[in-house]
């Protein structure tokens, strides 16, 4: 296994793109400190630091899938900037959250009590999907892979047996949601 | 199909790929079927929840990759500390080893740098009388040794705080000395010596004034006359005066008494002189059997000793016997 400082930022983003899960972990460990020294000297403490690196190392990885991503700077830079974006929205969402008065949090609390149900619902059915409709879903939806690639990768014959699977997947997930949520509708 | 077609409609449109006359006819399809936004809402809720558990899957990847890295570099850490208790024992236990194999060896030359300043002193002593009385060192060996045999002079041999630390092998005469006190042990190794009363007595003090002042006295008027400068013949005052001069210039009291109290010591270092504190005199190196005359003349005390006359001045401190060689005085203490 290569050391991250043996990577220059263009052979991390490669790296990326081919899907290679373990480069996450160097990227994060070489830019913990770098994020946490941030987040310390603004308004932070160790509690977010974690949660804040993490979302930071997913979004360069979502970017890096993109097309069109296209890397201007310093990888360090870059992640810094997605770290800064980041804890100043979280920063911002604490403030506002301070303003909201006793009767809109208690409604706010309800509604997310209701929606927390569904998505459970639906997160439930996603983590029984068989492994290949889980990996061609999640390839597709949240790494943003082509299907070509997504066929290299599953081993499909080509983009639109890919397109085809993917159609197969979502709606036996679909219907597996549809089922489960009119059941506890009913209950 | 047509579902299929529908998905792949709505897939466009949720990823913003729907663009142009396709978007607007979506959206108006949109605004009129309440079929359609519903499963626009579902298809972008289960959409939402596919990203959601791709990024918990990712999320745990980093976890569990952070968890063995904390992990790693405590028990790294771990390892470390224990790697430094132990080369600290090892080092410990070398040193200790070292230590008892460099242990001082009394009857051995050779003196280790870790050594105590006293064993150390004592080695220095025993070298220092090794170099001087190397032809004489059997002497050592059974009793203490002469001072002028181990060549020191008695000046150096008063220096009691170098000279008096001398080991003295367990003989049998060493242990009827020890029994008497005079040997103090300090440890089973190391022996100090002292100076050694032999004995004392009482001497009458013969004093002279009293003739010398019957002979004296018609001389007082002419003494003022007769002693000028000038004056090439010395009279009996003016040779006590001489004498005086050569004399040391401390205060003396003579006791009172006609007797004087005596003390024979017997010196470590076989000193040979007297101490005189005004009231009792104290003689090194004179043996008891000698025929001592304690004079008086003057206030001041002259030993007769072997036919030669020595004067017995008050000091504090150790004093070897000076001599009296002014003839006129010899005549009146031989008188």
């Not at chain 1, 009590?113 to 061609?136: F, W, Y």
């Not at chain 2, 972008?44 to 952070?66: D, G, M, P, V």
């Not at chain 2, 017997?266 to 001592?292: A, E, M, R």
Request: net charge positive.
């Amino acid at each position: 296994m290569f050391g991250i400082g043996s990577l220059n930022d263009q052979a991390i983003l490669e790296r990326i793109k081919q899907g290679d899960e373990s480069v996450l972990v160097l990227v994060y460990n070489k830019h913990y400190s770098l994020v946490k020294n941030f987040i310390l000297k603004n308004s932070g403490d160790h509690t977010v630091v974690d949660d804040i690196m993490q979302d930071t190392i997913i979004a360069v990885w979502k970017n890096a899938n993109k097309p069109a991503f296209l890397l201007q700077s310093k990888l360090s830079t870059y992640i810094l900037a997605i770290a800064k974006n980041l804890w100043f929205k979280e920063l911002k969402k604490r403030s506002k959250f301070k303003l909201v008065d006793e009767t809109n949090q208690l409604n706010k609390a309800i509604d997310t009590q209701k929606n927390n149900l569904d998505d459970g619902i639906i997160a439930e059915m996603v983590n029984e999907m068989d492994e290949t409709c889980k990996k061609l879903l999640s390839y597709f939806y949240f790494d943003g892979y082509s299907t070509r690639m997504i066929a290299d990768k599953l081993n499909f014959a080509n983009a639109d047996t890919v397109k085809s699977k993917k159609y197969q997947c979502f709606k036996k997930l679909q219907a597996s949601v549809l089922a489960k949520y009119n059941k506890a509708d009913l209950i | 199909m047509e579902d299929e077609k529908q998905y792949h409609l709505i897939d466009d449109y949720l990823s913003g790929e729907l663009q142009g006359t396709a978007l607007d006819k979506f959206k108006i399809d949109l605004k009129h079927s309440d079929k359609l936004r519903q499963q626009v809402d579902l298809q972008s809720a289960i959409i939402k929840k596919i990203i959601a558990h791709r990024e918990a899957e990712l999320k745990a990847i980093l976890k569990k990759e952070q968890h063995s890295t904390f992990k790693a570099i405590s028990i790294k850490s771990n390892i470390r500390i224990a790697m430094s208790i132990a080369a600290s024992v090892i080092l410990l236990v070398a040193t200790y080893f070292y230590l008892s194999k460099q242990q001082p060896n009394v009857n051995s030359t050779f003196v280790a740098d870790n050594q105590t300043d006293e064993v150390k002193k004592k080695h220095k002593i025993k070298n220092k009388r090794r170099k001087d009385t190397s032809t004489k060192r059997h002497l050592a060996t059974t009793h203490v040794l002469p001072a002028n045999e181990i060549g020191l002079s008695v000046q150096d041999a008063t220096d009691f705080d170098v000279v008096e630390e001398i080991e003295v092998p367990m003989t049998e005469d060493y242990v009827e000395r020890d029994i008497s006190k005079d040997a103090i042990v300090k440890s089973d190794k190391i022996v100090i010596e002292r100076d050694e009363l032999i004995g004392t007595r009482l001497f009458s003090l013969q004093s002279l004034d009293y003739a010398t002042n019957t002979q004296y006295k018609n001389l007082d008027a002419t003494e003022q006359t007769v002693n000028t400068p000038n004056s090439k013949v010395g009279t009996k005052a003016e040779i006590k005066m001489e004498d005086k001069q050569t004399a040391s210039q401390a205060e003396i009291d003579i006791p009172q008494g006609s007797k004087i109290n005596v003390e024979y010591w017997k010196s470590v270092v076989n000193f040979k002189g007297y101490i005189y504190d005004g009231t009792k005199v104290q003689l090194y190196g004179i043996p008891q059997n000698k025929v001592l005359i304690f004079k008086e003349l003057d206030n001041r005390i002259y030993l007769a000793l072997d036919n030669k006359h020595y004067f017995i001045e008050k000091n504090k401190t150790y004093k070897k016997f000076s001599e009296v060689s002014n003839p006129t005085l010899l005549n009146i203490l031989n008188d």
